[in-house]
């Protein structure tokens, strides 16, 4: 029982390191690498890649990006999941919802601009979504 344990806690710290690694991606210089396996890491910037692209498209979703990755969705959904304990939709929106977080900062655009600019059809989604991710409202 302790061996099985204690096998639980090592593949559990192994997920959490990978998550976090998945995570700082987003942000990353695209010459870093984060996981021992080159096509993970491949994987993972392509697919950042990808989201970026399509940050302004309101109609980018799962199955577009899926498409775009050359993937079923059911595969995509595994590897980003199994990469950021996200779902696709969570993903494509923690990176939607950074940029935004850019732009307001530099305060050179309108919340109603940075809600377009980042692929939000919706101002009042937009709000709900930013302050539900950052724990703060947008103003």
Known sequence: ??????RIRTIIKNRKTVREKAL???EANPDDHFF???LNDKFIKKAVEVVRQNINNPAFGK???ASA???SA??????????????????????????ALELLQSRKYTITEVADCCGFSSLKYFSAAFK???GKKTV
């Open 1 to 6: 029982m302790d061996l099985l344990a204690e």
């Open 24 to 26: 700082k991606m987003i």
């Open 36 to 38: 021992g396996n080159e």
């Open 63 to 65: 199955d577009v990006f």
């Open 69 to 71: 990755m050359n993937v």
């Open 74 to 99: 059911a595969f995509l959904y595994k590897k980003i999941k199994s990469f950021t304990d996200q779902s696709v939709v969570e993903f494509i929106n923690g990176i939607r919802l950074n940029r």
């Open 132 to 134: 539900e991710y950052f």
